[in-house]
């Protein structure tokens, strides 16, 4: 599969489901899905979930479910998969645990919600930190 080519892939639950011909309507079966993904060769696999946060799987045995409160008023969804994704590679540059990559990930996907901005013009490493210790 093309999937196993990737360091990190971050499908939503039904993008999982076609990937890897698994149901992933139980977290059972999501969390037997992500594994199949790191036996293809995925180094991480992030499921999104939507409000609801994301799994964490990846190969250093790391399994997960993570979350932050619930955004009262989203502004613009649009980049926050993008903004996700690039919150969790600033947290791996910095040397983050996974567990703090993902928080720091949730972190910037939540303030691309808040921006009316399709680029949050107040992203920053102080604003990823502030907004993991206010929701997380």
Known sequence: ??????????????ELAAITGRETDTD???????DILLERGC????VSLGE??????DRRDNRFYASQSPITHMANAT?????????????ECVGLHPRLC???ALSAGRLACLSEDTVCKTMSHTALLTTMEEYS
């Open 79 to 91: 980049g926050a998969g993008d903004a996700f994704i690039a919150g969790l590679i600033h947290g």
């Open 1 to 14: 599969s093309v999937a196993g080519v990737f360091h990190c892939i971050k499908p939503t639950r039904m």
């Open 52 to 57: 609801k946060g994301c799994y964490w799987a």
């Open 28 to 34: 059972a079966g999501l969390e037997a899905a992500a």
């Open 102 to 104: 993902v928080d720091m």
């Open 43 to 46: 180094q991480e696999v992030a």
